[in-house]
């Protein structure tokens, strides 16, 4: 790279290192947009889904189930009343 000076030099490599990190970015995180995602992505996405419908099917039943309290069986609480009275004694 003789005729160039330390800068220009510099700005290649960093451009070089830019579009290195680019590629691997590319690839590993999903191509341009309307690519079809890659098998692993697919999987992820699948997972993160069903962990999601599950976690909302839980706080759904959660907040819609009455509890009875610790206190008094058969007593209908609010949700997480239990805990509360749990933790405070009361």
Do not use: D, H, Y
Not at 23 to 33: K, N
Not at 48 to 67: D, F, H, I, K
């Amino acid at each position: 790279m003789e005729g160039f000076s330390r800068f220009e030099r510099v700005l290649v490599a960093l451009a070089l290192v830019m579009a290195i990190l680019a590629g691997v970015a590319q690839a590993r995180f999903g191509g341009p947009e309307g690519a079809a995602p890659s098998a692993g992505q697919e999987r992820s996405r699948r997972v993160l889904v069903v962990n999601a419908s599950s976690a909302a099917e839980a706080v759904r039943g959660a907040s819609l189930t009455p509890m009875p309290g610790p206190g008094a069986p058969g007593r209908q609480a609010k949700p997480f009343t239990w805990l509360a009275e749990a933790f405070t004694g009361r």
